[in-house]
Protein backbone atom coordinates (compact mmCIF):
# COMPACT_ATOMS: atom_id res chain seq x y z
CA UNK A 1 0.00 0.00 0.00
CA UNK A 2 1.35 3.73 -0.96
CA UNK A 3 2.22 6.06 1.66
CA UNK A 4 -0.58 8.06 -0.28
CA UNK A 5 -3.01 5.99 0.52
CA UNK A 6 -1.99 4.99 4.29
CA UNK A 7 -2.43 9.17 4.98
CA UNK A 8 -5.77 8.97 3.72
CA UNK A 9 -6.87 6.13 5.15
CA UNK A 10 -6.02 7.64 8.81
CA UNK A 11 -6.96 11.15 7.89
CA UNK A 12 -10.29 9.79 7.18
CA UNK A 13 -10.46 7.66 10.07
CA UNK A 14 -8.93 10.60 12.24
CA UNK A 15 -10.36 13.42 10.99
CA UNK A 16 -14.14 13.07 11.80
CA UNK A 17 -13.03 12.39 15.62
CA UNK A 18 -11.22 15.15 16.08
CA UNK A 19 -13.61 17.83 14.75
CA UNK A 20 -16.41 15.91 16.97
CA UNK A 21 -13.88 16.69 19.74
CA UNK A 22 -13.54 20.07 19.07
CA UNK A 23 -17.52 20.64 18.74
CA UNK A 24 -17.82 19.35 21.67
CA UNK A 25 -14.76 21.21 23.99
CA UNK A 26 -16.56 23.18 26.88
CA UNK A 27 -13.26 25.16 26.90
CA UNK A 28 -15.00 27.98 26.56
CA UNK A 29 -16.69 27.90 29.60
CA UNK A 30 -15.13 28.57 33.49
CA UNK A 31 -15.90 24.94 35.18
CA UNK A 32 -13.73 26.49 38.40
CA UNK A 33 -16.09 29.60 38.51
CA UNK A 34 -19.96 28.12 38.75
CA UNK A 35 -22.52 30.78 39.16
CA UNK A 36 -26.07 31.88 39.78
CA UNK A 37 -28.71 34.06 38.83
CA UNK A 38 -32.30 34.74 39.04
CA UNK A 39 -33.83 36.13 35.39
CA UNK A 40 -36.84 35.31 33.12
CA UNK A 41 -36.82 33.45 30.24
CA UNK A 42 -36.87 35.39 27.18
CA UNK A 43 -36.91 33.16 24.60
CA UNK A 44 -36.11 28.66 23.90
CA UNK A 45 -34.27 27.74 20.85
CA UNK A 46 -34.71 24.00 21.06
CA UNK A 47 -32.72 23.08 17.76
CA UNK A 48 -29.77 20.64 17.56
CA UNK A 49 -26.88 20.56 17.96
CA UNK A 50 -27.51 22.69 21.64
CA UNK A 51 -30.26 24.51 22.89
CA UNK A 52 -30.36 27.63 23.86
CA UNK A 53 -32.22 30.08 26.25
CA UNK A 54 -32.15 33.58 26.27
CA UNK A 55 -32.16 35.08 29.31
CA UNK A 56 -33.28 38.46 30.72
CA UNK A 57 -31.08 38.92 34.68
CA UNK A 58 -33.04 40.72 36.69
CA UNK A 59 -31.49 44.07 37.68
CA UNK A 60 -29.65 43.27 41.34
CA UNK A 61 -27.35 45.13 43.50
CA UNK A 62 -27.08 48.62 41.64
CA UNK A 63 -26.34 46.68 37.67
CA UNK A 64 -29.13 46.71 35.57
CA UNK A 65 -31.12 44.36 33.93
CA UNK A 66 -29.08 42.12 31.47
CA UNK A 67 -29.91 40.08 28.95
CA UNK A 68 -27.90 36.53 28.54
CA UNK A 69 -27.89 33.48 26.18
CA UNK A 70 -27.18 29.76 28.20
CA UNK A 71 -26.29 27.17 26.38
CA UNK A 72 -27.34 23.60 27.20
CA UNK A 73 -26.71 19.86 26.03
CA UNK A 74 -29.05 19.05 22.90
CA UNK A 75 -32.58 18.17 22.46
CA UNK A 76 -31.85 14.07 23.33
CA UNK A 77 -29.60 14.89 26.09
CA UNK A 78 -32.57 16.54 28.04
CA UNK A 79 -35.38 14.74 26.93
CA UNK A 80 -33.57 11.47 28.61
CA UNK A 81 -33.52 13.73 31.14
CA UNK A 82 -37.00 14.50 31.66
CA UNK A 83 -36.95 17.53 29.55
CA UNK A 84 -39.60 18.66 27.53
CA UNK A 85 -39.90 21.66 24.98
CA UNK A 86 -42.40 22.71 27.84
CA UNK A 87 -40.13 22.90 31.48
CA UNK A 88 -39.15 26.09 30.42
CA UNK A 89 -41.07 28.74 28.41
CA UNK A 90 -40.93 32.34 28.25
CA UNK A 91 -42.35 34.03 31.09
CA UNK A 92 -40.96 31.45 33.35
CA UNK A 93 -38.95 33.18 36.25
CA UNK A 94 -36.19 30.79 38.02
CA UNK A 95 -32.54 30.44 39.12
CA UNK A 96 -30.34 29.46 36.80
CA UNK A 97 -26.72 27.37 38.01
CA UNK A 98 -23.72 28.16 34.54
CA UNK A 99 -20.94 27.63 34.07
CA UNK A 100 -19.94 31.36 32.84
CA UNK A 101 -17.55 32.53 29.46
CA UNK A 102 -14.16 32.77 30.17
CA UNK A 103 -14.43 35.91 28.14
CA UNK A 104 -16.65 37.25 30.18
CA UNK A 105 -19.33 37.75 27.67
CA UNK A 106 -23.24 37.57 28.94
CA UNK A 107 -23.28 33.69 28.20
CA UNK A 108 -22.84 30.02 29.90
CA UNK A 109 -23.47 26.52 29.56
CA UNK A 110 -26.56 25.55 31.69
CA UNK A 111 -26.31 23.17 34.46
CA UNK A 112 -29.44 22.99 36.37
CA UNK A 113 -32.34 25.48 36.57
CA UNK A 114 -34.73 26.01 39.74
CA UNK A 115 -38.45 26.82 39.15
CA UNK A 116 -40.26 29.23 41.34
CA UNK A 117 -42.63 26.14 42.57
CA UNK A 118 -39.37 24.22 43.86
CA UNK A 119 -38.78 22.07 40.48
CA UNK A 120 -35.78 21.34 39.58
CA UNK A 121 -34.44 20.88 35.95
CA UNK A 122 -31.40 18.78 35.61
CA UNK A 123 -29.84 16.17 32.84
CA UNK A 124 -26.74 13.97 33.08
CA UNK A 125 -25.06 13.03 30.10
CA UNK A 126 -24.73 9.12 29.45
CA UNK A 127 -21.81 7.72 27.45
CA UNK A 128 -24.18 7.55 23.93
CA UNK A 129 -24.87 11.19 25.36
CA UNK A 130 -20.92 12.11 25.12
CA UNK A 131 -20.50 11.42 21.09
CA UNK A 132 -23.67 13.11 20.34
Known sequence: MSPKVVI????LV????GIAAAHHSNAAYDADHPQ??????????????????VI??????????????????SPG?????????????????????????????????LQKVNLQNGQELTYSLTPADQAE
Open 56 to 73: EKDAKDGQPASTWVLEVS
Open 8 to 11: LAAA
Open 77 to 109: VLTRSGWTKRSLQPGDHAVFHYLPLRDGNAGGF
Open 14 to 17: LGPG
Open 36 to 53: TMEGTVKQVNWTNPHITF
